[in-house]
């Protein structure tokens, strides 16, 4: 999981606290945990993941898609 996320910059918002995305914003959602990718001003590129994409909760799963997902430029 170090490995997977290494390099990586995160915000972390509260759904609860948030809501389910931001409207117009290009941050919509309807699963957590949810990443998106941002370009250099901090806008959504459209490319996004969530926790669906690595199947059961599992440490190896979770980096195993993550670390390549992150890796992308």
Known sequence: MVAAFEAVYLIQLDADDWGWGVPGTGFDFSAVPVFFRL???????????????????????IANTMGPWFAQP
């Open 39 to 61: 370009d250099a001003d901090g806008n959504p590129t459209g490319d996004w993941i969530d926790g669906g994409a690595w199947g059961e909760d599992t440490y190896q799963n």
